[in-house]
């Protein structure tokens, strides 16, 4: 895709789902990518093998691969993380937030420490990880990417996930806001919201062939999303195909938030 050949790239929560598949398909484009994980170096190494070996026998693509230590929530991790990822590169062109967690509970029984954890990660996580990353694309010339991976249930509500619905809810307006902020010094903001997806944050249903069939069957199309095909629109939006394009978010759901129960006329 036009402009990600070279360009560097750090992806938040990459050792696993869709930020592991978001730092390969970017390595598959030619760009240097940072790898960040949020406590142990070992549950990023994967990714890290898969980003050396994106383009198969050509090792590497000539790209550069960096893992990097930061739990999002943590304003002095993410402030180290992005000084140690433009030491490497020399520069940072592409944040991708998109390090996220779920915690399940009763609205009036969760603890307050779950819903703040979540918000914590999720939102202002993504948030400081913005700001930093704000700072360095201001200090030079050219501009930047932020990119943030968002949910359906930025639109659709999650009984259950008070937490987790508010900070999707709240990612919409991060993108937008900071997408108007910065929009004359040619930096775009944008999301992708992603339906149901195949990764571990889904571990309750995705081994399980009953659990998984019912989930699919609230789908228009009838099946599960790949952690693959969130990464090809999130390497279009980031790219200059997408130029033109700022504070959006793209639904990537198989038709979720279509009003699947208005399939066949009910109301009329
Ligand atoms: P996942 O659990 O595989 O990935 C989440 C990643 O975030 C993990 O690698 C985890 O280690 C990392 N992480 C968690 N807390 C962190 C912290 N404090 N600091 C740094 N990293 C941290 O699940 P996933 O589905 O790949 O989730 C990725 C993003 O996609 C999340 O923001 C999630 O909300 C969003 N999403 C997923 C789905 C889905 O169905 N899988 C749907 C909509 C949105």
Known sequence: MK???????????ASSGIGQAIAVRFAQEGANVAINYRKNPEDAKETEEMVENAC?????CGVES?????DVSQEEDVVKMVAAVVEKFGRLDIL??????????????MKIEDFDRVVAVNL???????????????SRSGGGVILNISSVHEIIPK???????????????LTRSLALEYASNNIRVNAIAPGATITPINKSWINDPEAKAEVESNIPMGRAGTSEEMAASVA??????????????LFIDGGLTLYPSFREPWSS
């Open 3 to 13: 402009g990600l050949k070279g360009k560097n790239v750090l992806v938040t929560g």
């Open 96 to 109: 991708i937030n998109n390090a996220g967690i779920q915690i399940e509970g009763a609205a009036h029984e």
């Open 56 to 60: 198969g026998e050509i090792r590497g």
């Open 124 to 138: 202002r996580g993504a948030y400081i990880c913005a700001r930093e990353t704000l700072k360095h694309f201001l």
């Open 236 to 249: 279009f939006l980031c790219s200059n195909e997408a130029a033109y394009i700022t504070g959006q978010t």
């Open 159 to 173: 009984p259950k996930y008070v937490g987790y619905s508010v900070s999707k809810g709240g990612m919409e307006n």
């Open 66 to 70: 960096l893992l990097v230590q930061a």
